[in-house]
């Protein structure tokens, strides 16, 4: 995880001094450099604003026939859209990829809402192509797949059954 971290970090102090005069130079221990990530981090956050997440989200809804609404629902519940979520267990970004499955999915970069975004839903798809039931399939999503298989669906944990009952709460409302 923190090697996820130290490379985007690596990539966009890379970025950034690319776009400074040759004569200047910024270190990563100097004080300034928090003040510069950060002020990237808020020009990212400009650029992918809910309109772009929207818009990323309705491609990828065409793109592999998951509804847009679900999509809308498992980040609101995964991440409340932020880009930068990381939970306690590791998983990563708006859709909150594991960093294997991330990996497993040719995501690079989980930070990324268009990779992350992508990932997501092509790994939910899969498992509602699998489970052909959207309660076992966000289940899967939520505890893995492993975890269904054990218990012959829904696995017993609350915050899986919460999980699924906050999604589709937000879907039927």
Do not use: H, W
Request: charged share 25%.
């Amino acid at each position: 995880m923190d090697s996820v971290i130290n490379s985007i970090i690596e990539e966009k102090f890379k970025e950034i001094q690319s776009r400074l005069p040759a004569n200047v130079k910024i270190f990563s221990t100097s004080l300034n450099f928090q003040e510069i990530l950060n002020s990237e981090i808020e020009n990212i956050n400009q650029k992918d604003s809910p309109s772009e997440i929207e818009k990323l989200i309705r491609e990828a809804s065409q793109k592999y026939g998951v509804d847009a609404n679900l999509i809308r629902s498992v980040i609101k519940a995964e991440s409340n859209f932020n880009q930068f979520a990381v939970s306690p267990k590791g998983a990563i970004g708006l859709m909150q990829l594991m960093p294997s499955t991330a990996k497993e999915l040719n995501v690079k970069n989980p930070f990324d809402p268009s990779q992350n975004i992508d990932g997501g839903v092509r790994y939910l798809k899969n498992l509602l192509d699998t489970y052909k039931d959207v309660r076992l399939a966000l289940a899967a999503y939520n505890a893995g797949p492993q975890a269904v298989e054990k218990y012959q669906g829904i696995p017993p944990y609350p915050e899986t059954i919460n999980y699924i009952n906050k999604i589709l709460n937000d879907l039927y409302k």
